[in-house]
Protein backbone atom coordinates (compact mmCIF):
# COMPACT_ATOMS: atom_id res chain seq x y z
CA UNK A 1 0.00 0.00 0.00
CA UNK A 2 1.06 3.84 0.09
CA UNK A 3 2.56 5.63 2.57
CA UNK A 4 -0.34 7.45 3.92
CA UNK A 5 -2.11 3.50 3.82
CA UNK A 6 0.47 2.33 6.17
CA UNK A 7 0.62 4.93 8.08
CA UNK A 8 -2.91 4.60 8.64
CA UNK A 9 -2.75 1.23 9.83
CA UNK A 10 0.22 2.15 12.48
CA UNK A 11 -2.21 4.22 13.88
CA UNK A 12 -4.56 1.96 13.52
CA UNK A 13 -2.65 -0.48 16.00
CA UNK A 14 -2.24 2.58 18.27
CA UNK A 15 -5.76 3.35 18.60
CA UNK A 16 -6.25 -0.76 19.57
CA UNK A 17 -3.75 -1.08 21.76
CA UNK A 18 -5.26 1.82 23.89
CA UNK A 19 -8.75 0.88 23.74
CA UNK A 20 -7.28 -2.64 24.82
CA UNK A 21 -5.25 -1.04 27.70
CA UNK A 22 -8.15 1.04 28.96
CA UNK A 23 -10.41 -1.78 29.35
CA UNK A 24 -7.86 -3.69 31.30
CA UNK A 25 -7.06 -0.88 33.53
CA UNK A 26 -11.27 -0.87 34.02
CA UNK A 27 -11.02 -4.73 34.94
CA UNK A 28 -13.24 -5.49 32.28
CA UNK A 29 -11.58 -8.73 32.11
CA UNK A 30 -14.08 -10.66 34.46
CA UNK A 31 -16.15 -10.64 31.00
CA UNK A 32 -14.49 -13.06 29.88
CA UNK A 33 -15.90 -15.40 32.22
CA UNK A 34 -19.10 -15.99 30.59
CA UNK A 35 -16.46 -17.55 27.91
CA UNK A 36 -17.18 -21.26 29.25
CA UNK A 37 -14.29 -24.15 29.56
CA UNK A 38 -16.64 -25.97 27.02
CA UNK A 39 -16.18 -23.25 24.23
CA UNK A 40 -12.36 -22.85 24.83
CA UNK A 41 -11.41 -26.33 24.56
CA UNK A 42 -13.87 -26.82 21.32
CA UNK A 43 -12.24 -23.53 20.24
CA UNK A 44 -8.83 -24.81 20.73
CA UNK A 45 -9.24 -28.12 19.27
CA UNK A 46 -10.83 -26.50 16.10
CA UNK A 47 -7.73 -24.13 15.96
CA UNK A 48 -5.50 -26.61 16.48
CA UNK A 49 -7.32 -28.68 13.35
CA UNK A 50 -7.13 -25.37 11.57
CA UNK A 51 -3.19 -25.18 12.56
CA UNK A 52 -2.63 -28.34 11.40
CA UNK A 53 -4.04 -27.71 8.04
CA UNK A 54 -2.26 -24.69 7.36
CA UNK A 55 0.99 -26.45 7.86
CA UNK A 56 -0.16 -29.74 5.28
CA UNK A 57 0.74 -27.58 1.99
CA UNK A 58 4.62 -27.62 3.48
CA UNK A 59 4.38 -31.43 3.97
CA UNK A 60 2.61 -32.44 0.98
CA UNK A 61 4.02 -29.90 -1.50
CA UNK A 62 0.86 -29.46 -2.86
CA UNK A 63 -0.21 -25.56 -3.03
CA UNK A 64 -4.08 -25.30 -2.82
CA UNK A 65 -5.38 -21.72 -3.36
CA UNK A 66 -5.77 -19.25 -0.84
CA UNK A 67 -9.19 -18.95 0.77
CA UNK A 68 -10.56 -22.51 -0.02
CA UNK A 69 -11.72 -23.21 3.37
CA UNK A 70 -11.17 -25.90 5.37
CA UNK A 71 -13.07 -28.57 3.68
CA UNK A 72 -12.42 -27.49 0.06
CA UNK A 73 -8.51 -27.48 0.88
CA UNK A 74 -8.84 -31.06 2.42
CA UNK A 75 -10.50 -31.80 -0.96
CA UNK A 76 -8.14 -30.33 -3.01
CA UNK A 77 -5.15 -32.17 -1.32
CA UNK A 78 -7.27 -35.79 -1.98
CA UNK A 79 -7.62 -34.81 -5.24
CA UNK A 80 -3.71 -33.85 -6.06
CA UNK A 81 -2.58 -36.57 -3.73
CA UNK A 82 -0.26 -37.80 -6.82
CA UNK A 83 1.40 -34.43 -6.62
CA UNK A 84 2.71 -35.01 -3.20
CA UNK A 85 6.70 -34.72 -2.98
CA UNK A 86 7.44 -37.41 -0.71
CA UNK A 87 11.02 -35.97 0.10
CA UNK A 88 8.95 -33.30 1.81
CA UNK A 89 6.98 -35.69 3.84
CA UNK A 90 10.20 -37.82 4.96
CA UNK A 91 11.21 -34.37 6.76
CA UNK A 92 8.56 -33.35 7.73
CA UNK A 93 8.23 -37.31 9.38
CA UNK A 94 11.15 -37.33 10.56
CA UNK A 95 11.00 -33.91 12.25
CA UNK A 96 7.78 -34.98 14.06
CA UNK A 97 9.26 -38.20 15.18
CA UNK A 98 12.60 -36.73 16.31
CA UNK A 99 10.51 -33.95 18.54
CA UNK A 100 8.39 -36.92 20.20
CA UNK A 101 11.45 -38.72 20.72
CA UNK A 102 13.36 -35.85 22.32
CA UNK A 103 10.33 -34.53 24.16
CA UNK A 104 10.75 -38.36 25.94
CA UNK A 105 14.20 -37.68 26.60
CA UNK A 106 13.30 -34.29 28.41
CA UNK A 107 11.80 -36.54 31.46
CA UNK A 108 16.32 -36.90 32.12
CA UNK A 109 17.38 -33.87 30.82
CA UNK A 110 14.86 -31.49 31.46
CA UNK A 111 16.60 -28.37 29.55
CA UNK A 112 17.06 -30.17 26.42
CA UNK A 113 15.44 -28.30 23.28
CA UNK A 114 13.52 -30.98 22.05
CA UNK A 115 11.84 -28.48 19.18
CA UNK A 116 15.13 -27.17 18.22
CA UNK A 117 16.64 -30.48 18.15
CA UNK A 118 13.72 -31.98 15.84
CA UNK A 119 14.29 -28.78 13.06
CA UNK A 120 18.12 -29.76 12.79
CA UNK A 121 17.49 -33.57 12.30
CA UNK A 122 15.29 -32.22 9.91
CA UNK A 123 17.71 -30.31 8.00
CA UNK A 124 20.11 -32.61 8.01
CA UNK A 125 17.60 -35.04 5.95
CA UNK A 126 16.99 -32.34 3.76
CA UNK A 127 20.72 -31.21 3.44
CA UNK A 128 21.47 -35.25 2.54
CA UNK A 129 18.45 -35.07 0.00
CA UNK A 130 19.65 -31.97 -1.65
CA UNK A 131 23.22 -32.74 -1.45
CA UNK A 132 23.89 -36.53 -2.16
CA UNK A 133 20.81 -37.18 -3.79
CA UNK A 134 20.16 -34.18 -5.62
CA UNK A 135 16.61 -33.20 -4.75
CA UNK A 136 15.52 -29.69 -5.93
CA UNK A 137 12.37 -28.01 -4.82
CA UNK A 138 12.54 -28.65 -1.37
CA UNK A 139 11.86 -25.32 0.42
CA UNK A 140 13.73 -23.13 2.78
CA UNK A 141 13.03 -20.28 5.08
CA UNK A 142 15.55 -18.50 3.36
CA UNK A 143 17.61 -15.69 5.17
CA UNK A 144 16.42 -13.11 6.91
CA UNK A 145 17.56 -9.50 7.09
CA UNK A 146 19.70 -8.43 9.91
CA UNK A 147 18.40 -5.58 10.73
CA UNK A 148 15.72 -4.78 13.63
CA UNK A 149 12.75 -2.16 12.86
CA UNK A 150 13.58 1.58 14.34
CA UNK A 151 11.05 3.74 16.02
CA UNK A 152 8.63 5.82 14.76
CA UNK A 153 5.22 7.39 16.62
CA UNK A 154 2.37 7.20 14.30
CA UNK A 155 0.86 10.13 12.73
CA UNK A 156 -1.95 10.24 14.85
CA UNK A 157 -4.36 13.41 14.19
CA UNK A 158 -7.88 14.00 15.89
CA UNK A 159 -9.37 13.28 12.27
CA UNK A 160 -7.65 10.21 11.45
CA UNK A 161 -8.33 9.00 15.37
CA UNK A 162 -12.13 10.05 14.72
CA UNK A 163 -12.35 8.24 11.34
CA UNK A 164 -10.49 5.08 12.43
CA UNK A 165 -11.71 4.39 16.01
CA UNK A 166 -14.78 2.17 15.20
CA UNK A 167 -12.37 -0.10 13.19
CA UNK A 168 -10.30 0.28 16.10
CA UNK A 169 -12.33 -0.81 18.57
CA UNK A 170 -12.90 -3.52 16.59
CA UNK A 171 -9.75 -4.94 16.11
CA UNK A 172 -9.13 -4.77 19.71
CA UNK A 173 -12.04 -6.60 21.05
CA UNK A 174 -11.50 -9.63 18.11
CA UNK A 175 -7.74 -9.32 19.58
CA UNK A 176 -9.06 -9.54 23.02
CA UNK A 177 -11.08 -12.49 22.56
CA UNK A 178 -8.47 -14.94 20.59
CA UNK A 179 -5.89 -13.65 23.09
CA UNK A 180 -8.00 -14.52 26.26
CA UNK A 181 -9.14 -17.53 24.46
CA UNK A 182 -5.62 -18.93 23.45
CA UNK A 183 -4.21 -17.99 27.41
CA UNK A 184 -7.59 -19.51 28.85
CA UNK A 185 -6.84 -22.98 26.84
CA UNK A 186 -3.17 -22.98 27.77
CA UNK A 187 -4.11 -22.36 31.30
CA UNK A 188 -6.70 -25.66 31.66
CA UNK A 189 -3.30 -27.59 30.38
CA UNK A 190 -0.96 -25.76 32.83
CA UNK A 191 -3.38 -24.97 35.97
CA UNK A 192 -2.35 -21.32 36.29
CA UNK A 193 -4.43 -18.88 37.16
CA UNK A 194 -5.98 -16.18 34.36
CA UNK A 195 -6.16 -12.77 35.09
CA UNK A 196 -7.96 -12.14 32.20
CA UNK A 197 -7.78 -7.95 33.25
CA UNK A 198 -4.16 -8.12 33.15
CA UNK A 199 -4.05 -10.36 29.82
CA UNK A 200 -5.93 -6.97 28.38
CA UNK A 201 -3.25 -4.16 29.85
CA UNK A 202 -0.52 -7.20 28.09
CA UNK A 203 -2.22 -6.82 25.31
CA UNK A 204 -2.44 -3.33 24.90
CA UNK A 205 0.91 -2.45 25.86
CA UNK A 206 2.38 -4.57 23.41
CA UNK A 207 0.12 -3.06 20.41
CA UNK A 208 0.73 0.53 21.33
CA UNK A 209 4.54 -0.32 21.72
CA UNK A 210 4.46 -1.88 18.64
CA UNK A 211 2.55 0.70 16.32
CA UNK A 212 6.03 2.90 17.55
CA UNK A 213 8.18 0.02 16.03
CA UNK A 214 6.00 -0.33 12.36
CA UNK A 215 3.69 -3.11 13.99
CA UNK A 216 0.51 -4.01 12.99
CA UNK A 217 -2.05 -4.68 15.27
CA UNK A 218 -1.50 -8.04 17.13
CA UNK A 219 -3.03 -10.53 18.76
CA UNK A 220 -1.95 -14.00 20.56
CA UNK A 221 -0.91 -16.84 18.50
CA UNK A 222 -2.16 -20.63 18.63
CA UNK A 223 1.09 -22.06 16.85
CA UNK A 224 3.11 -19.36 18.64
CA UNK A 225 1.54 -20.05 21.97
CA UNK A 226 1.68 -23.55 21.75
CA UNK A 227 5.13 -24.16 20.80
CA UNK A 228 6.06 -21.94 23.72
CA UNK A 229 4.29 -24.16 26.44
CA UNK A 230 5.41 -27.21 24.43
CA UNK A 231 8.88 -26.14 24.77
CA UNK A 232 8.72 -26.19 28.83
CA UNK A 233 7.78 -22.60 29.28
CA UNK A 234 6.22 -21.61 32.87
CA UNK A 235 5.91 -17.98 33.12
CA UNK A 236 5.56 -14.75 30.87
CA UNK A 237 9.23 -14.19 31.12
CA UNK A 238 9.52 -16.71 27.89
CA UNK A 239 8.32 -14.32 25.97
CA UNK A 240 11.13 -11.21 26.93
CA UNK A 241 13.64 -14.38 26.50
CA UNK A 242 12.09 -15.75 23.11
CA UNK A 243 11.87 -11.51 21.70
CA UNK A 244 15.65 -11.30 22.65
CA UNK A 245 16.29 -14.52 21.28
CA UNK A 246 14.98 -13.55 18.18
CA UNK A 247 16.25 -10.05 18.21
CA UNK A 248 20.40 -12.10 18.37
CA UNK A 249 19.30 -14.45 16.05
CA UNK A 250 18.14 -11.55 13.30
CA UNK A 251 21.59 -9.57 14.01
CA UNK A 252 23.93 -12.38 14.48
CA UNK A 253 23.02 -15.76 12.67
CA UNK A 254 20.46 -14.98 10.33
CA UNK A 255 21.91 -16.71 7.45
CA UNK A 256 21.81 -19.96 9.07
CA UNK A 257 18.24 -19.76 8.83
CA UNK A 258 18.67 -20.33 5.00
CA UNK A 259 19.50 -23.63 5.41
CA UNK A 260 16.15 -24.43 7.62
CA UNK A 261 13.57 -26.68 5.50
CA UNK A 262 9.67 -25.25 5.85
CA UNK A 263 8.66 -28.96 5.34
CA UNK A 264 10.49 -29.37 8.80
CA UNK A 265 9.07 -26.51 10.82
CA UNK A 266 5.76 -27.95 9.76
CA UNK A 267 6.61 -31.01 10.92
CA UNK A 268 7.47 -29.44 14.44
CA UNK A 269 4.09 -27.34 14.29
CA UNK A 270 1.99 -30.68 13.30
CA UNK A 271 3.21 -31.79 16.84
CA UNK A 272 2.34 -28.59 18.54
CA UNK A 273 -1.27 -28.68 16.79
CA UNK A 274 -1.78 -32.33 18.03
CA UNK A 275 -0.95 -31.55 21.47
CA UNK A 276 -2.95 -28.31 22.01
CA UNK A 277 -5.86 -31.02 21.62
CA UNK A 278 -7.04 -31.66 25.33
CA UNK A 279 -8.33 -35.00 24.35
CA UNK A 280 -8.55 -36.12 28.34
CA UNK A 281 -10.74 -33.19 29.01
CA UNK A 282 -12.81 -33.83 25.94
CA UNK A 283 -13.65 -37.56 27.22
CA UNK A 284 -14.87 -36.39 30.56
CA UNK A 285 -17.32 -33.79 28.65
CA UNK A 286 -18.27 -37.01 26.37
CA UNK A 287 -18.99 -39.25 29.94
CA UNK A 288 -20.49 -36.14 32.25
CA UNK A 289 -21.95 -33.77 30.30
CA UNK A 290 -23.38 -34.46 26.84
CA UNK A 291 -25.30 -30.60 26.72
CA UNK A 292 -21.79 -29.28 27.09
CA UNK A 293 -20.33 -31.84 25.06
CA UNK A 294 -22.71 -30.68 22.40
CA UNK A 295 -21.51 -26.82 22.81
CA UNK A 296 -17.50 -28.16 22.89
CA UNK A 297 -18.47 -29.55 19.45
CA UNK A 298 -20.18 -26.93 18.08
CA UNK A 299 -17.53 -24.38 18.60
CA UNK A 300 -14.90 -26.91 17.37
CA UNK A 301 -16.90 -27.17 14.18
CA UNK A 302 -17.84 -23.32 14.12
CA UNK A 303 -14.21 -23.30 14.41
CA UNK A 304 -13.34 -24.75 10.97
CA UNK A 305 -16.14 -23.74 8.75
CA UNK A 306 -16.81 -20.19 10.01
CA UNK A 307 -14.78 -17.40 11.18
CA UNK A 308 -12.70 -18.01 15.02
CA UNK A 309 -13.87 -15.09 16.34
CA UNK A 310 -17.87 -16.00 14.81
CA UNK A 311 -17.19 -19.67 16.45
CA UNK A 312 -16.40 -17.98 20.03
CA UNK A 313 -19.43 -16.01 19.45
CA UNK A 314 -21.60 -19.05 18.95
CA UNK A 315 -20.05 -20.85 21.19
CA UNK A 316 -20.68 -18.15 24.29
CA UNK A 317 -24.27 -17.91 22.75
CA UNK A 318 -24.95 -21.64 23.20
CA UNK A 319 -23.31 -21.85 26.41
CA UNK A 320 -25.51 -18.98 28.05
CA UNK A 321 -28.36 -20.60 26.40
CA UNK A 322 -27.60 -23.72 28.34
CA UNK A 323 -26.94 -21.64 31.34
CA UNK A 324 -30.36 -20.18 31.53
CA UNK A 325 -32.11 -23.36 30.57
CA UNK A 326 -30.50 -25.62 33.92
CA UNK A 327 -31.66 -22.09 35.73
CA UNK A 328 -34.69 -21.71 34.73
CA UNK A 329 -35.71 -25.36 35.92
CA UNK A 330 -34.32 -25.26 39.85
CA UNK A 331 -34.34 -28.75 40.96
CA UNK A 332 -37.40 -29.34 43.20
CA UNK A 333 -37.40 -32.34 45.55
CA UNK A 334 -40.30 -33.88 47.70
CA UNK A 335 -39.19 -34.54 50.93
CA UNK A 336 -39.69 -36.37 54.31
CA UNK A 337 -38.58 -37.46 57.49
CA UNK A 338 -36.06 -40.97 57.42
CA UNK A 339 -37.13 -42.95 60.35
CA UNK A 340 -33.95 -44.70 60.69
CA UNK A 341 -32.34 -41.33 61.28
CA UNK A 342 -32.26 -38.86 64.23
CA UNK A 343 -33.65 -35.94 64.30
CA UNK A 344 -35.94 -34.43 61.45
CA UNK A 345 -33.34 -35.77 58.78
CA UNK A 346 -35.23 -35.04 55.48
CA UNK A 347 -34.45 -36.87 52.62
CA UNK A 348 -35.56 -37.88 48.87
CA UNK A 349 -39.29 -39.79 49.11
CA UNK A 350 -38.57 -40.98 45.53
CA UNK A 351 -34.76 -41.92 45.97
CA UNK A 352 -35.74 -43.83 49.80
CA UNK A 353 -39.09 -44.79 49.49
CA UNK A 354 -40.17 -42.82 52.44
CA UNK A 355 -44.23 -42.05 53.56
CA UNK A 356 -45.62 -38.93 53.16
CA UNK A 357 -47.79 -36.92 55.47
CA UNK A 358 -51.33 -36.74 53.77
CA UNK A 359 -51.61 -33.23 54.97
CA UNK A 360 -48.18 -31.66 54.59
CA UNK A 361 -45.67 -31.56 51.10
CA UNK A 362 -42.32 -31.07 51.80
CA UNK A 363 -40.59 -29.27 48.95
CA UNK A 364 -37.40 -28.68 48.57
CA UNK A 365 -36.37 -26.00 45.86
CA UNK A 366 -32.48 -25.84 44.43
CA UNK A 367 -32.00 -23.15 42.43
CA UNK A 368 -32.40 -18.94 42.23
CA UNK A 369 -36.41 -17.73 41.95
CA UNK A 370 -35.75 -15.21 38.79
CA UNK A 371 -38.19 -14.35 36.19
CA UNK A 372 -36.78 -17.34 34.07
CA UNK A 373 -37.73 -19.65 36.52
CA UNK A 374 -41.10 -18.48 38.29
CA UNK A 375 -42.96 -20.36 35.19
CA UNK A 376 -41.48 -23.98 36.24
CA UNK A 377 -41.94 -23.31 39.82
CA UNK A 378 -45.10 -22.21 39.40
CA UNK A 379 -46.42 -24.81 37.41
CA UNK A 380 -45.47 -27.51 40.23
CA UNK A 381 -46.99 -25.34 42.87
CA UNK A 382 -49.95 -25.89 40.22
CA UNK A 383 -49.73 -29.59 39.90
CA UNK A 384 -49.36 -30.31 43.65
CA UNK A 385 -52.05 -27.89 44.74
CA UNK A 386 -54.38 -29.81 41.75
CA UNK A 387 -53.26 -33.34 43.26
CA UNK A 388 -54.96 -32.03 46.62
CA UNK A 389 -52.19 -31.09 48.72
CA UNK A 390 -53.10 -28.30 50.31
CA UNK A 391 -50.85 -27.61 52.66
CA UNK A 392 -46.74 -26.95 51.28
CA UNK A 393 -43.74 -26.52 53.15
CA UNK A 394 -40.78 -25.04 50.90
CA UNK A 395 -37.56 -25.77 52.21
CA UNK A 396 -35.58 -22.03 51.00
CA UNK A 397 -31.86 -23.47 51.86
CA UNK A 398 -31.28 -24.13 48.70
CA UNK A 399 -32.49 -20.59 46.98
CA UNK A 400 -29.26 -18.56 46.14
CA UNK A 401 -31.49 -15.52 45.17
CA UNK A 402 -35.05 -14.04 44.29
CA UNK A 403 -35.70 -11.15 41.97
CA UNK A 404 -39.18 -9.18 41.95
CA UNK A 405 -41.24 -11.83 39.89
CA UNK A 406 -39.69 -14.53 42.22
CA UNK A 407 -41.27 -12.53 44.55
CA UNK A 408 -44.54 -11.95 43.28
CA UNK A 409 -44.83 -15.85 42.23
CA UNK A 410 -44.78 -16.81 45.80
CA UNK A 411 -47.45 -14.41 46.96
CA UNK A 412 -49.63 -15.27 44.17
CA UNK A 413 -49.34 -18.92 44.92
CA UNK A 414 -49.62 -18.31 48.80
CA UNK A 415 -53.33 -16.52 47.57
CA UNK A 416 -54.21 -19.69 45.24
CA UNK A 417 -53.39 -22.11 48.64
CA UNK A 418 -55.46 -19.78 50.93
CA UNK A 419 -58.22 -19.88 48.75
CA UNK A 420 -58.42 -23.65 48.50
CA UNK A 421 -58.30 -23.90 52.00
CA UNK A 422 -54.78 -24.26 52.50
CA UNK A 423 -51.35 -22.74 52.89
CA UNK A 424 -47.79 -22.15 51.76
CA UNK A 425 -45.31 -21.88 53.80
CA UNK A 426 -41.46 -20.91 53.86
CA UNK A 427 -38.37 -21.76 56.10
CA UNK A 428 -34.75 -21.65 55.92
CA UNK A 429 -34.76 -18.88 53.91
CA UNK A 430 -31.07 -17.01 53.12
CA UNK A 431 -30.67 -13.42 54.79
CA UNK A 432 -30.57 -11.40 51.17
CA UNK A 433 -34.10 -13.87 50.33
CA UNK A 434 -35.42 -12.54 53.45
CA UNK A 435 -34.20 -9.03 53.25
CA UNK A 436 -35.53 -8.77 49.47
CA UNK A 437 -39.25 -9.98 50.22
CA UNK A 438 -39.18 -7.63 53.70
CA UNK A 439 -38.12 -4.82 51.88
CA UNK A 440 -40.62 -5.03 49.02
CA UNK A 441 -43.20 -6.36 51.95
CA UNK A 442 -43.88 -9.28 50.32
CA UNK A 443 -43.65 -11.24 53.29
CA UNK A 444 -46.13 -9.31 54.58
CA UNK A 445 -48.67 -10.63 51.35
CA UNK A 446 -47.32 -13.84 51.51
CA UNK A 447 -48.12 -14.08 55.42
CA UNK A 448 -45.27 -14.14 58.20
CA UNK A 449 -46.79 -16.05 60.18
CA UNK A 450 -46.33 -18.75 57.13
CA UNK A 451 -42.58 -17.86 57.55
CA UNK A 452 -39.96 -19.99 59.61
CA UNK A 453 -36.51 -19.88 60.73
CA UNK A 454 -36.00 -23.59 60.32
CA UNK A 455 -37.78 -26.49 59.76
CA UNK A 456 -38.06 -27.24 63.23
CA UNK A 457 -40.37 -24.29 63.94
CA UNK A 458 -41.84 -24.40 60.95
CA UNK A 459 -42.91 -28.49 61.50
CA UNK A 460 -44.28 -27.34 65.03
CA UNK A 461 -46.24 -24.46 63.76
CA UNK A 462 -47.70 -26.00 60.94
CA UNK A 463 -48.35 -29.21 62.92
CA UNK A 464 -50.93 -27.24 65.09
CA UNK A 465 -53.03 -25.83 62.19
CA UNK A 466 -53.46 -29.59 60.88
CA UNK A 467 -56.80 -31.34 60.61
CA UNK A 468 -56.50 -33.36 63.58
CA UNK A 469 -59.25 -35.87 62.55
CA UNK A 470 -57.11 -36.85 59.71
CA UNK A 471 -54.18 -37.41 62.03
CA UNK A 472 -55.94 -39.56 64.47
CA UNK A 473 -56.77 -42.15 61.31
CA UNK A 474 -53.31 -41.38 60.13
CA UNK A 475 -51.39 -44.65 59.52
CA UNK A 476 -47.85 -42.96 58.62
CA UNK A 477 -47.46 -40.69 61.83
CA UNK A 478 -43.61 -39.49 60.02
CA UNK A 479 -43.72 -36.54 62.76
CA UNK A 480 -42.60 -37.06 66.24
CA UNK A 481 -45.49 -34.35 67.38
CA UNK A 482 -48.01 -37.46 65.89
CA UNK A 483 -46.49 -39.87 68.17
CA UNK A 484 -46.82 -37.88 70.99
CA UNK A 485 -50.33 -37.09 70.50
CA UNK A 486 -51.66 -40.31 68.85
CA UNK A 487 -49.06 -42.89 69.82
CA UNK A 488 -46.54 -44.27 67.93
CA UNK A 489 -47.80 -45.78 64.23
CA UNK A 490 -46.71 -49.16 62.73
CA UNK A 491 -43.31 -48.43 62.85
CA UNK A 492 -41.29 -46.01 64.82
CA UNK A 493 -41.37 -42.38 64.23
CA UNK A 494 -39.14 -39.40 64.22
Known amino acids: GSHEYIELAFVLTFLSGLIQFTMGVARLGALVNFVSNSVIVG ?14 KNV ?3 MPERGLGFAKTWMYFAEHIQEADWHLVVIAGVTLLSAILFKKLTRYVSWLPHLL ?35 HFPAITAENAKMLFPNAFAVALLGLIQAVAIARSIAVKSKQALNSSQEFIGEGLSNIVGSMMQCYASSGSFTRSGINYD ?8 AIFAAISL ?22 ILLVGYNLIDFKLIK ?5 SKPELGVLITTALASLFLELQFAIYLGVILSLGLYLKRTSRPRMVTL ?17 DLPECPQLTILRIDGSLFFGAVEHVSQKLGELLKDGRKRVLILGHGINFIDVSGAQMLVNEARKYRDSGGALYLTGLKLKVREMLKAGHYDLAFGRENIFVNKESAIEA ?33
Do not use: W
Not at 231 to 238: F, L, R, V
Open 336 to 352: APNRNMPGRHMQNTALY
Open 284 to 288: EYAST
Open 43 to 56: FTAGASVLIITSQM
Open 60 to 62: LGI
Open 117 to 151: LAMIVGSLVAYYFMHYKGIEGIALVGKLPSKLPTF
Open 247 to 268: ALIVLLVAPLTAYLPIASMAGV
Open 231 to 238: AGAKTPMS
Open 462 to 494: IYSRLDKDICRQCEVRIFRECENEFGPAKENNV
